[in-house]
Nanobody, 125 residues
Framework: QVQLVETGGDSVQTGGSLRLSCAFSGAVHHTYCMGWFRRPPAGEREGVAAFYRGGNSTYYADSVKGRFAISFDQVKTTLYLQMDKLKPEDTAMYYC??????????????????WGQGTQVTVSK
């Protein structure tokens, strides 16, 4: 049984920073592929960032490159998303995902098997 619990969402002003956390519990091999996704208020779910432990590889959506950073603490089995220089268009529900499904696109939602409940991020002008 895999459980993912996101925390850290908040309301901030443009240019601010937040760090999201995702606490993982379950079989450790499901942490080999982990990612962050978001769903804007009136949009589809989109990939934000992904971390693949096998190659210690990270992937980012173009819209967040240079502003967001994904990391994983093996001891705490917690995934993080450091978000800097936040913009109003970053407003969304943010979800953590885990469990490799082998998609060609490393930050596609098809690449992950398990999902958290989400944490809300709101960026005001």
């Amino acid at each position: 049984q895999v459980q993912l619990v996101e925390t850290g969402g908040d309301s901030v002003q443009t240019g601010g920073s937040l760090r999201l956390s995702c606490a993982f519990s379950g079989a450790v091999h499901h942490t080999y592929c982990m990612g962050w996704f978001r769903r804007p208020p009136a949009g589809e779910r989109e990939g934000v960032a992904a971390f693949y432990r096998g190659g210690n590889s990270t992937y980012y959506a173009d819209s967040v490159k240079g502003r967001f950073a994904i990391s994983f603490d093996q001891v705490k089995t917690t995934l993080y998303l450091q978000m800097d220089k936040l913009k109003p268009e970053d407003t969304a529900m943010y979800y953590c995902a885990a469990g490799c499904r082998g998609s060609r696109d490393p930050i596609s939602d098809q690449a992950f098997a398990y999902w958290g409940q989400g944490t809300q991020v709101t960026v005001s002008k």
